[in-house]
């Protein structure tokens, strides 16, 4: 993909069509997350990568069912071996539903919208911070996750759009995150573009105590 500034209405729709997961539906547990301890309103997780960790912070207080999803997904060690098949270096990078062979993995019943909620208590797509990807449908958020690594106002919902909903920031390992941004990128697997001709594998995500 050709990058292009998102200060056009189509311009930035078509960037935000990068954060849509896949059309294929994958069978999905009717299970809901567990009561993982998020009691902290800040718990913080260490994401391990190929190519350094990253450490950030969650706002269970603004965003309490995203984080509560995110958490899960983490206690039951499913982004262990996922990629960051998405990365664009003027917009941002994404990952946490394909394995190093790009099989999507199988996820939860997506997790309730709450970009509107997040944003009126302050979260916005801003550099660094950490947001939901989804389909087309506000509704159908799974474990799929990106970083922000410009600012990206455009993301945040408003009276026309949902939006996406951050419930994170990058609190160190932004290095990393720009080591990643810069990785060079091309086909991989069903993607035609943007993805790193060196695989960037999340090896693990933990919860802090």
């Known amino acids: 993909?050709?990058?292009?500034?998102?200060?056009?209405?189509?311009?930035?729709l078509a960037l935000s069509m990068?954060?849509?997961?896949?059309?294929?539906?994958?069978?999905?547990?009717?299970?809901?997350?567990s009561?993982?301890?998020?009691?902290?309103?800040?718990?913080?997780?260490?994401i391990s990568t190929s190519m350094g960790d990253i450490e950030a912070e969650l706002y269970a207080d603004k965003a309490p069912k995203t984080v509560a999803n995110f958490v899960q997904y983490v206690s039951d060690k499913h982004y262990e071996g996922t990629i960051f098949h998405r990365v664009i270096p003027g917009f941002m990078l994404q990952g946490g539903g394909y394995d190093g062979q790009?099989?999507?993995?199988?996820?939860?019943?997506?997790?309730?919208?709450?970009?509107?909620?997040?944003?009126?208590?302050g979260l916005k797509n801003t550099t660094g911070t950490?947001?939901?990807?989804?389909?087309?449908?506000?509704?159908?958020?799974t474990a799929q996750f990106f970083i922000n690594v410009v600012d990206n106002a455009f993301l945040d919902p408003s009276f026309q759009s949902f939006g996406y909903t951050v419930f994170g920031k990058v609190t160190s390992g932004m290095d990393v995150v720009q080591k990643i941004r810069n990785t060079p990128t091309g086909t991989g697997g069903p993607?035609?573009?943007?993805?790193?001709?060196?695989?960037?594998?999340?090896?693990?995500?933990?919860?802090?105590?």
């Open 191 to 209: 993607f035609p573009t943007d993805v790193p001709r060196t695989p960037v594998v999340i090896q693990s995500i933990t919860l802090l105590k």
């Open 130 to 141: 950490l947001a939901m990807a989804r389909t087309n449908d506000p509704q159908s958020a």
């Open 35 to 46: 009561s993982t301890n998020t009691s902290s309103s800040t718990p913080k997780v260490r």
């Open 102 to 121: 790009y099989r999507e993995k199988k996820t939860r019943a997506p997790v309730v919208h709450e970009g509107r909620q997040a944003l009126a208590a």
């Open 18 to 33: 990068c954060l849509l997961a896949p059309w294929t539906v994958q069978a999905q547990s009717a299970t809901t997350p």
């Open 1 to 12: 993909m050709t990058l292009l500034k998102p200060h056009n209405r189509w311009i930035a």
